[in-house]
């Protein structure tokens, strides 16, 4: 049967594999949900056609139908664009690092988990599922809240009792899989009957999928970033459809005269006196007829109000006004760039450290399907890198100084920004460049062809020139 949304009503939890999924289904989110709004404002596609008039949509429906002034895909981007996960750390374990960045790539989380970090902070929430494949490799797939739903068990936040992922094929055929502690119930594609599922172990005995909360609070649902700013970009769309109607109606001299006589058709229809042209000449016969022009209308009201609520949504997004070209389009330098943006680097940074717990779950997750003893290694880390954009000089300066406090050469390397595959290839660099040292020095020491160091050498040669003029002179004198 296929169960659509809100389907489940039982009183009380699932009992079954198809009331799991009839209950999971329910907490998808529907066309009109938030979720999706949220999604279509960061794409661009909200575009309302908010004139003040319905007249005026009426004639300008066609004309702005494609119009767009959206910044929604800024604010998210200009985050998500500072987050990349660099490593993971396991205090006493130097493998694991290793280990882990083999996961990762294996999985192609890259590029990937970006993605995860992206729909977390559009939608609330993200996810991401840990599965092996044939070959018995762990792989790490993203998952998005429109396909996955979860179920956390009472009194948690984090530990999740049961999840399912509802998709749909190419060919249009639906499938569905649910997991939970105990099995794995698989509805394959194209099955109408969920019933007719397959049920399996679970060989984890845990749910393999990590959930990407976005400003989690201890109640309440995920917050979505764009939450604050959507009703600030529904009044700056307002406003500027406002300003390009102004300008299309009444940004242009409209020309009046009077006292002439309004001429009119056999149907009654008044007939346009003048066809006005910049090479056409307005005369009228009738010394009573007077010639004028109405001023165009002043735009500048609709840019200074659009300025004021571009500057609330700096505000509330914690995005720098630079980025807005706020002022009008200079953008700061030195210092400055650095205090204007603390706002961002500090949002970025309380976003790292909400996915980072779960990026760490995510590696837990792929050594409990290898087997491995570091399924529980709750001391494990993810390592980002630096958010904060400086200027090449200022970051290496800062590292230098950070080199006289005897902070390790391979941490200074990280924080320069080099890659583990790079801070990896240093070492073998530096095991190389010692052994060809230690080759050198079994050469022994080669002669000084140097033409300074000879020259020094002849000089030191002879004799000392001193007072000795004077000796030769004095006895001279005695022997006279």
């Not at 056609?49 to 004639?59: E, N, P």
């Not at 639906?174 to 394959?188: D, H, Q, R, S």
């Not at 735009?299 to 914690?318: D, E, I, P, W």
């Amino acid at each position: 049967m296929i169960v659509p949304p809100g389907g489940y009503s039982a009183i009380g939890p699932p009992d079954s594999p198809v009331q799991w999924l009839a209950y999971l289904h329910s907490k998808l989110p529907g066309l009109g949900s938030p979720v999706m709004r949220f999604a279509d404002y960061y794409e661009g596609q909200q575009q309302k056609l908010a004139f003040s008039q319905m007249r005026y949509k009426d004639a300008f429906r066609e004309v702005f139908a494609d119009w767009r002034d959206n910044f929604c895909g800024m604010i998210i981007d200009s985050a998500n664009e500072r987050m990349h996960v660099d490593a993971f750390s396991l205090p006493g374990d130097s493998g694991t690092d290793r280990d882990a960045r083999g996961f990762w790539q294996r999985s192609s989380m890259d590029a990937m988990s970006t993605s995860v970090h992206l729909d977390a902070m559009i939608q609330g929430v993200a996810f991401a599922k840990v599965w092996p494949n044939e070959a018995g490799e762990p792989t790490i797939t993203p998952a998005s809240v429109e396909r996955m739903s979860v179920q956390y068990k009472a009194g948690s936040l984090v530990e999740i009792e049961a999840a399912a992922e509802f998709n749909t094929d190419s060919w249009g055929r639906f499938g569905a899989t649910l997991w939970t502690e105990k099995f794995v119930y698989e509805v394959p594609f194209g099955e109408t009957d969920w019933e007719n599922g397959k049920l399996s172990r679970n060989p984890l005995r845990m749910v393999p999928v990590v959930a990407f909360n976005n400003r989690s609070r201890i109640l309440g649902d995920p917050f979505s970033d764009l939450a604050n700013c959507i009703p600030i970009q529904d009044a700056i769309n307002k406003t500027i459809m406002d300003a390009l109607t102004a300008s299309e109606m009444a940004a242009f001299p409209q020309r009046f005269v009077t006292g002439l006589e309004i001429q009119e058709d056999a149907n009654g229809v008044p007939i346009e006196p003048f066809r006005v042209a910049v090479d056409k000449i307005l005369q009228a016969e009738d010394p009573q007829a007077r010639f004028g022009s109405f001023p165009a209308a002043d735009l500048g009201n609709y840019v200074t109000l659009v300025s004021m609520l571009v500057q609330h949504l700096s505000s509330v997004s914690r995005l720098p006004s630079h980025y807005f070209l706020v002022n009008g389009g200079s953008s700061p330098s030195g210092e400055s760039i650095i205090s204007a943006e603390a706002g961002l680097v500090a949002k970025v940074r309380e976003r790292m450290l909400h996915f980072g717990e779960a990026w760490e779950r995510v590696i837990r997750l792929c050594f409990a399907i290898k087997g491995d003893k570091r399924k529980d290694a709750y001391a494990l880390e993810t390592v980002w890198k630096d958010p904060e954009y400086r200027t090449e000089a200022q970051h290496i300066d800062a590292l230098l100084k950070l080199r006289q406090l005897n902070v390790p050469e391979e941490q200074l390397w990280s924080d320069a920004g080099y890659s583990s595959a790079q801070i990896e290839s240093f070492r073998e660099m530096r095991k190389e460049d010692a052994k060809a040292a230690a080759e050198v020095q079994k050469i022994g020491p080669q002669p000084q062809h140097d033409p300074a160091a000879l020259e020094a050498k002849k000089a030191a040669s002879k004799p000392p020139q001193g007072n000795s003029g004077n000796v030769s002179r004095k006895l001279h004198e005695v022997k006279k």
